[in-house]
């Protein structure tokens, strides 16, 4: 690969690192500047108030960071901006006052805190002047930063909640979908006609559900319930009592919040990768343990097995991570579990 320098050079870490060198060294020669006003300098001075203010930069930075740990903008900015500035006074003054006197040492000068407090003052006036004005500026982009991120997990999560409940219209509006319900239906009206009445709400319920909550980050325990009632009714009707949804969430947890057609893929899922029947039935279980939210079935999977893309695995996944930082747990042995953090 030929060698290109404004590659290297417009890398993010290069231009941080650049940044602080020049800052540095311009802010070193600007202190030295004032401090000697009307005296006579030197060209070494000039230099090694340069390379003196370039520590100062690196310190204060390298400080800021583990600050930033102990106490994060996020929780407590103004304690946060208090602390930084006097921190970065206190460490800043320590080291310029070090410089001093080792250069002091090394051109044998007598340099006496007594005598110099004239110059320790201007030195303190300046250092406090810049460790305000940098929190300050920190602070800003620290803010600016945060916004930004903020945004940008807003519309990578929309873009995840667009693509899943997208991924449930196709479900639903799919030929096969459609054909399997209309038969249903046809069968019905000759059967059953309250049953029939009840299947054709509830696959309206269906589409209503996922069309209102198209643009929702999140809805109620409650509500995704009574979704997964309405489409287990569509799948009971196809297939009697050979797949089975047994729900045990108590009313408090109901309460809670959980991404929009979160527990629907997943009772989709078990119906498409396992075998069941009359006299193997499947039961998907729905219940609370601890502080997450189960869905668990036995697994029996077919012959024809069909190959599993994880897309909605991947999706949940994904939308959990953006909104909590929590990841789902997955389980696969005999039975196939998911844990999902509840969302209070």
């Given at each position: 690969m030929e060698w290109n320098y404004?590659?290297?050079?417009?890398?993010?870490?290069?231009?941080?690192?650049?940044?602080?060198l020049l800052i540095g060294f311009i802010l070193g020669i600007l202190l030295y500047s004032f401090l000697t006003f009307n005296e006579l300098r030197t060209v070494?001075?000039?230099?090694?108030?340069?390379?003196?203010?370039?520590?100062?930069?690196?310190?204060?930075?390298?400080?800021?960071?583990?600050?930033?740990?102990?106490?994060?903008?996020?929780k407590l900015p103004g304690l946060r901006i208090l602390s930084g500035i006097t921190w970065n006074l206190v460490l800043s003054l320590f080291i310029v006052l070090i410089g001093f006197w080792s250069y002091s040492k090394v051109?044998?000068?007598?340099?006496?805190?007594?005598e110099e407090s004239n110059v320790i003052v201007k030195t303190s006036i300046l250092l406090f002047c810049a460790a305000v004005l940098y929190n300050v500026i920190y602070f800003a982009l620290y803010?600016?930063?945060?916004f930004a991120k903020v945004q940008v997990k807003e519309l990578e999560l929309e873009r995840k909640q667009a693509e899943i409940q997208l991924r449930a219209l196709k479900s639903q509006l799919r030929p096969h979908f459609l054909f399997n319900s209309?038969?249903?239906?046809?069968?019905l009206f000759h059967k059953d006609i309250k049953l029939a009445e009840s299947f054709i709400r509830a696959l309206g319920k269906s589409y209503d559900y996922t069309l209102k909550n198209y643009t929702s980050t999140l809805v109620t325990v409650e509500e995704e319930l009574e979704f997964v009632k309405a489409y287990l009714l569509l799948i009971r009707t196809r297939f009697g009592n050979s797949f089975n949804v047994k729900i045990d969430i108590d009313i408090e947890t109901q309460k809670s919040f959980i991404p929009p057609l979160t527990l629907q893929l997943?009772?989709?899922?078990?119906?498409?990768?396992?075998?069941?029947?009359?006299?193997?039935?499947l039961e998907v279980r729905l219940y609370i343990e601890g502080d997450e939210l189960i869905?668990?079935?036995?697994?029996?999977?077919?012959k024809r097995s069909i190959e599993s893309t994880k897309f909605g695995l991947k999706n949940i996944s994904s939308r959990y991570s953006i909104l909590t930082g929590k990841r789902i747990k997955v389980i696969n042995n005999d039975s196939f579990t998911v844990k999902l953090p509840i969302l209070r």
């Open positions: 404004k590659t290297i050079i417009y890398q993010p870490t290069v231009i941080k690192h650049l940044s602080i070494t001075e000039f230099y090694l108030s340069g390379v003196l203010g370039i520590l100062v930069c690196y310190v204060i930075y390298y400080s800021n960071t583990k600050l930033n740990q102990i106490l994060p903008f996020k051109m044998n000068h007598e340099f006496s805190f007594q803010a600016y930063n945060y209309l038969n249903v239906l046809s069968s997943l009772i989709e899922n078990a119906s498409k990768h396992n075998f069941f029947d009359v006299k193997i039935p869905v668990s079935n036995l697994k029996v999977e077919k």
